[in-house]
């Protein structure tokens, strides 16, 4: 499931091969994708508008398009944007073509939860997901003193409120378990319980993993210290070397080591 890093690939990917492009024709595949406005109109609208820029918020990616339009679009399960030669055969599950000059950009998505809008540029600031979206996590907004009003006194897990998009915008359930590692912190800890210096050490691995993450570029490694490159039943803690501990959180698999994350 793509979450903050992953998102932000897809959007260098798209900044670098579309952005300046003009769009010649939008075929729609996959009705159900498009959310707004219908497909037809959709396609019409879109057609011989330039790229200027593709943007992320969260986990949206947002296309700035010439005209005062923007195509927003989340990629859920499955959902990626592939850049293709025209010429080249549609990989199954392809949903929505976007024919450029020579080449197309192509949105691919097995599970069919990714889905787009085309919305007033104009009126993003209201729309209803995007205004939901907390604070960026790599920006300079971000600070310590930051996390800390988000948390304290909040109650509920800890993990629970990493995964809320609209406290800190872009951590799925592979991230928040990262996170909590390097910070060592259980994840079942109440997230209003946290002292200052656990959650300045919280601060520091969030912005840490996440900024990690995205200078590997997808499909990167993982470093030996980190959770994700053992996480997976049997899996030794990097640290310590004993076995993790695979437990139900915040209704998702968790891993984490019992001696390491207090
Ligand atoms: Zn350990």
Redesign the pocket.
Known sequence: VPELPDVEHVRRRLQRGAAGRRIRRVRVLSPSTVRSPAPGRFARLLRSRRIAGVRRRGKYLLLHLTGGWTLVAHLRMTGDFVLAPASRPLAPHTRVVFSLDGREVRFVDQRRFGHMDLVPTAALGAHPALRRVGVEPLSRAFTAPRLRRLLQRRRGGLKAALLRQDLVAGIGNLYADEILFQARLSPARQAGDLSRAELDRLHGALRAVLRRAVRAGAGGEWPARSLLAVREPGGA?P??R?PLAVRRVAGRTTYC?P??QR
């Open positions: 803690c640290r310590c004993r080591c001696a390491c």
